[in-house]
């Protein structure tokens, strides 16, 4: 089963940037959907961005839909999350998922494996 950890979490001002890695270990990466999800204090899990393993067939929630770019790197076994014009409803704790099967789903459940997370903080 694949390991995963994130990193690049921080504290921004609404409007700025920030950019998320996670880093894959233990499997062949470059057969896994990899998705990043997000959870707020005191709310369920939220699906932001997933990508096939081409490299370029993505899908994004509504929320983060032309402000954040998920990509990836094969050859490095790395999956980013550019996070662009942040909102303060943006703050959550980010985290990375792999799945073998998971092209199209959007459930954390529907992944194999995902990493601990990252804090993302954006204030007003």
């Known amino acids: 089963q694949v390991q995963l950890r994130e990193s690049g979490g921080g504290l921004v001002q609404a409007g700025g940037s920030l950019r998320l890695s996670c880093a894959a270990s233990g499997g062949t990466f470059s057969t896994y959907t990899m998705a990043w999800f ?10 932001v961005a997933a990508i096939g393993w081409n490299t370029v067939s993505a899908y994004y929630a509504d929320s983060v839909k032309g402000r954040f770019t998920i ?17 303060t409803e943006d ?34």
């Open 71 to 87: 990509s990836r790197s094969n050859a490095n076994n790395t999956v980013y999350l550019q996070m662009d014009s942040l909102k």
């Open 91 to 124: 703050t959550a704790v980010y985290y990375c998922a792999a799945g073998q099967f998971s092209y199209g789903r959007t459930r954390p459940s529907e992944f194999d494996s995902r990493g601990q997370g990252t804090q993302v903080t954006v204030s007003s």
């Open 38 to 47: 997000r959870q707020a204090p005191g709310k369920d899990h939220e699906f």
